[in-house]
């Protein structure tokens, strides 16, 4: 079977790091994507990891440890507008699985 | 960057009835076509892999007869809820694999703006 697992809710400070974790143990493995989602709207491209370590890209940075069958989604520099859904997705030999999302509160 | 759109955004309809949405990848042909549903608060789930003039693939516990999917060109992709129920009711995305990606994946992936489907 596959499964992706991720912390249904988190709730951070603005300015604050946060950091969304995500487990997997799926059939196959191409890649694992971060992806965020606003309420109502389709989910936006963060970030994609293959290889081991970490990728940063701006305030967002994503690592993955394909060994541990990990990764996870790191947020600097928090801001309101950071308040959604975030799904970790894993590209299983040719479709794309997502995880059960993790949505993040930031207050002021 | 590649632009995938979905039509309708919101469509209501009464039960018994049926609904297509359609997905259009605008600036680039996929072969490769994926549908997805998503109930409120909860993640997406893939119901079906759609390829260009071939039979879709149904993820288990997807009925092939109620949700139809067709493929008939490289840039458009239909899912048609027949007989809709309430239970129907749901957020349907489309999502688009273009020919090549540059994260090296055999395609990047583009979503469609989401269709939201209310069965009375």
């Known amino acids: 079977g596959q499964n992706i697992d991720q912390p249904t809710e988190m709730t951070a400070t603005e300015g604050a790091i946060v950091q969304i974790n995500c487990t997997y143990q799926?059939?196959?493995?191409?890649?694992l994507f971060w992806y965020q989602q606003h309420a109502g709207e389709a989910p936006t491209f963060l970030s994609y990891?293959?290889?081991?370590g970490l990728e940063e890209k701006g305030r967002f940075s994503s690592f993955l440890s394909r060994s541990k069958g990990y990764s996870y989604l790191l947020l600097k520099e928090l801001q309101m507008k950071d308040s959604a859904s975030y799904l970790c997705?894993?590209?299983?030999?040719?479709?794309?699985?997502f995880g059960t999302g993790t949505r993040l509160q930031v207050f002021p | 960057g590649a632009v995938v759109s979905q039509h309708p955004s919101r469509v209501i309809c009464k039960s018994g009835t049926s609904v297509k949405i359609e997905c259009r990848s605008l600036?680039?042909?996929?072969?490769?076509m994926f549908w997805y549903r998503q109930f409120p608060k909860q993640s997406l789930m893939l119901m079906a892999t759609?390829?260009?003039?071939?039979?879709?693939?149904?993820e288990q516990g997807v009925e092939k007869d109620k949700f139809l999917i067709n493929h008939a060109s490289l840039t458009l992709s239909t899912l048609t809820v027949t007989s809709a129920h309430p239970e129907d009711s749901s957020f349907y995305i489309c999502?688009?694999?273009?020919?090549?990606?540059?994260?090296?994946?055999?395609?990047?992936?583009?979503f469609g703006e989401g269709s939201r489907l209310t069965v009375l």
């Open positions: 999502s688009a694999r273009s020919g090549g990606g540059e994260q090296g994946v055999t395609g990047e992936l583009f």
């Open positions: 799926t059939s196959g493995f191409n890649g």
């Open positions: 990891n293959v290889l081991d």
């Open positions: 997705a894993v590209y299983n030999t040719d479709k794309l699985i």
């Open positions: 600036d680039f042909q996929a072969t490769t």
């Open positions: 759609s390829n260009e003039g071939s039979k879709a693939t149904y």
